[in-house]
């Protein structure tokens, strides 16, 4: 269908936002701890630590990983662009039931 690599991407960058959000509150923070607290098995926070690590957003540390100086403002971002992605998707769905 269509859709299919769009909800991939979507639930990957789920994925990301949760890590990134949980490192930015609670960090550092090691894979195991939030691989516990977020539900997500080890394997895939440890490649959504890699991905965030480089988009520069998080730095791995002796006690885990934390936030960069940066990631805040990614996330402020972040909001902004999933505002937009909200609305197409919106305008999408009224093509569809036209």
């Known amino acids: 269908m269509l859709t299919r690599r769009v909800l991939h991407e979507l639930e990957l960058l789920k994925r990301h936002i949760i890590i990134l959000k949980k490192v930015m509150d609670s960090g550092p923070i090691g894979i195991m701890k939030l691989s516990l607290e977020t539900g997500i098995p080890d394997h895939l ?54």
């Not at 926070?45 to 990614?74: C, F, M, N, W």
């Open 45 to 98: 926070v440890r490649y959504s630590l890699r991905v965030l690590e480089q988009q520069d957003l998080i730095a791995p540390s002796t006690q885990g990983a934390v936030a960069t100086k940066s990631a805040h403002d990614a996330y402020s971002q972040l909001k902004s662009e999933l505002e937009k992605i909200g609305e197409m998707t919106g305008e999408i769905k009224l093509i569809g039931s036209g």
